[in-house]
């Protein structure tokens, strides 16, 4: 057989080929394929101690969009740093279609499930946000949940205070809803439709006492048994929707946590994201319905942002081409 032509796309060469809104749809379809069967399978994450590190990964076909892949990234180990590699397949054939670079991805399409998790879950008159956390992520999370609803303003907290001024500075230059900085974790809950934690906190960055009925919350910061961003109490009270529901026992800290605490048991998840957006469950019921969508990170927010940029890239003619012999020729 003939050798397979593929992409090797770098950060650069696919950072200014989709907006927000285009990876909130190319996701949004992902999970609409999951919800109606896709397979896709939680992380996996071998740890090492000397150095100390994690080698990490998961993956997820996607029939409908006609790719499969999945993230492998290392972080920690000598260089205290994060590598990100994310190959794309043709999910009908078989081969190999591209090979990202995959760290500027990252903001992206975590962005985008984020958005897809409000879309699904937060009142559709929903304008106020608190945000807390000043990096990429909550960058990413913010830009695609203006995607989504018609946000008016955003308070951001995290408790570095140059960060956070200069985060609501720049987001605030950049978007259409004014962005202010705020002192105190309470401030940027209290009145918030909408609050997302976007942070690399292991216990919970705000009380739950202080949601408003209505509110809904995304939490996609932590993906670790012993780390939450949100307390029992959040997750108890709320209608809970995970990304995926095999990830739970394995890296849902929030969920683990309240169930060790007993404030809930295995019958408090109402479905999977995917289930929702595929019209097989339902995601809010009331106005005064407290939602959750844990985001710990899946393949299908991955794969489904990877086959949207490898069509442009393609179309662009960005990328160096790359060959792979097939195993019936190399082996």
Not at 30 to 47: D, I, K, M, V, W
Not at 134 to 143: D, H, I, K, N, Y
Not at 275 to 285: F, K, L, Q, S
């Amino acid at each position: 057989m003939a050798e397979s032509e593929a992409l090797f796309l770098e950060s650069e060469d696919v950072s200014t080929l989709a907006t927000p809104s285009e990876y909130v749809a190319a996701v949004r379809d992902g999970y609409r394929q999951r919800g109606e069967g896709a397979p896709a399978e939680p992380r996996t994450t071998l740890r090492a101690e000397d150095p100390p590190g994690m080698l990490t990964g998961y993956l997820a076909v996607l029939p409908d969009s006609g790719v499969m892949g999945g993230y492998t990234y290392a972080a920690g180990f000598g260089e205290r740093d994060a590598h990100f590699v994310l190959p794309v397949f043709d999910a009908d054939s078989g081969e190999p279609l591209a090979v990202f670079d995959g760290a500027s991805l990252n903001p992206h399409k975590t962005g985008a499930v984020g958005a897809v998790g409000i879309d699904a879950l937060a009142r559709e008159n929903a304008t106020q946000v608190g945000l807390f956390g000043s990096g990429s992520q909550a960058s990413g999370q913010l830009r695609a949940a203006a995607a989504v609803r018609d946000l008016e303003q955003v308070h951001v907290y995290s408790p570095t205070p140059a960060h956070r001024e200069a985060f609501a500075k720049e987001m605030g230059n950049e978007l259409d809803p004014a962005v202010r900085a705020v002192t105190e974790p309470k401030q940027a809950v209290v009145d918030a439709d909408i609050v997302i934690t976007a942070t690399q906190a292991s216990e919970p960055v705000f009380d739950g006492e202080w949601l408003e009925p209505g509110t809904h919350v995304t939490a996609m910061g932590q993906y670790h048994p012993e780390k939450r961003e949100i307390d029992a109490h959040t997750v108890a009270k709320a209608t809970y929707v995970p990304d995926l529901r095999a990830r739970l026992e394995q890296d849902a800290g929030a969920y683990l946590q309240a169930k060790s605490e007993g404030a809930i048991d295995e019958g408090h998840v109402q479905a999977e994201l995917g289930d929702i957006v595929a019209g097989n469950a339902p995601g809010r019921t009331s106005d005064r319905e407290i939602t959750v969508f844990d985001s710990g990170g899946t393949a299908i927010e991955t794969v489904a942002a990877a086959g949207l940029l490898y069509e442009r890239a393609r179309k662009a003619g960005v990328g160096e081409s790359i060959s792979f012999a097939p195993a019936s020729d190399a082996m």
